[in-house]
């Protein structure tokens, strides 16, 4: 998502840009399939329309706990619910429209001399000026970048699929909280209800089989098991990732741009991981332009800026993000502060708003 916004950003400029991408468009995605609202006049000015494709508006929260209380509010930017599967297709058919070229294979190794980048491809080096790391969450990259989180276990897994249920109200995102992790249901253009969760790892290996801990743990939360029994999966199996590291990582490392998850992946449950991807996108375009139109404003210049200003832009984000989810698996602290903001939507609201940013432009 990240790669594929800035590539049409940059593509209004005349440059010559190449993406690197394994899989061919359109394919699903672990997602929770809910964008925010801060990105929706950027895209359009990308010429992007989610609507024009079917998602879903989104303006209500919900948020419920294993031991029953509830809490709901308006959100304060609303969102929509579009699965990976059309928003990353839109994104690439417009970009291809736009003279992007598009390479279908994994980059192997990036490396830097002499104010050039060499990209490796299946045995062929690619020559560029410029390189932006948009490869996601985790990649065999990072270790050939010798990243830090890279050696380190994950404990977290997710769990994806697409659902027929016909009591889902369509303005609506909910989250549940189970034990060791929690889920969050939305609609998206098909009618579909998207289902998508994240847990502890400790807590799924006791079962090891997707139905068995849906059954023992996920549907401890009522909502959830009223949607587990009576929903009709779409895909024949879900979809499933696993090792997602939710650990500091640099934006700027040997020379590249990180854009996205690449640089740092908020926690699922704020449900703005998209939009920081196409901000990441919007800022790295914005550096990377005044790289290569002022003679004056050099390499060092652009990776000072772009650092700092995604410093400012996402890492209080990220920190209110990492409170939460502690908040959040922890079932004591949960009850207690689902009926705190129950009783406060305006307390509920004024959270969101800390893990979102204002709309851009
Ligand atoms: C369980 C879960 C639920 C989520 N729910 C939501 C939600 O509801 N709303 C929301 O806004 N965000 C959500 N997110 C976050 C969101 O999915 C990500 O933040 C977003 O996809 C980041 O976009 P990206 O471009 O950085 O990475 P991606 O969209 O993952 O794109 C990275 C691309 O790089 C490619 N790639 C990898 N390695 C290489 C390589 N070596 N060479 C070339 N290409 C490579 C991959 O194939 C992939 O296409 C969720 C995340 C998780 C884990």
Redesign the pocket.
Known sequence: ?????AALDLSQYGYDILV????TYPHH????????NEVTPYLRSLGIDLLSIGAVEITEFQISTVNGPMAKTKLPLGGMGIS?YAF?NLLYEKAAERQVKFVF????GVHYDKDRFEVN?DGESYAAKVVLG????R???DKSLQRNFISKKQP?L?V?GHFYYEGFPENQ?ALHNFEGGYG?L?KIETGAVNF???TAYDSFKKYNDIDRFNQNVVSENTHLSDFINEARPVFENPLT?AQ?SFEKKEPVLDHILM?????G??H?L????????IH??KLASGVIRNYLEEKTYGRIQMEKDYAKTWNKTFRSRLWYGRKLQYMLLNNRYMDMGVRVVGSSQGLLRAIIAKTHGKPIE
Request: glycine share 12%.
């Open positions: 998502m990240a790669g594929l916004t690197f991408e394994p899989n995605k672990v997602c929770g399939e809910y964008v925010s990976r990353d294979s994994k980059v192997s491809v948009a490869y996601g969450k990649s065999a990259l977290w997710a994806k995102v969050g939305s998508c969760y994240l990732i997602i854009c996205g998850d690449t640089a992946l908020i699922p704020c449900g703005n991981g998209m939009a920081m991807a990441s996108a």
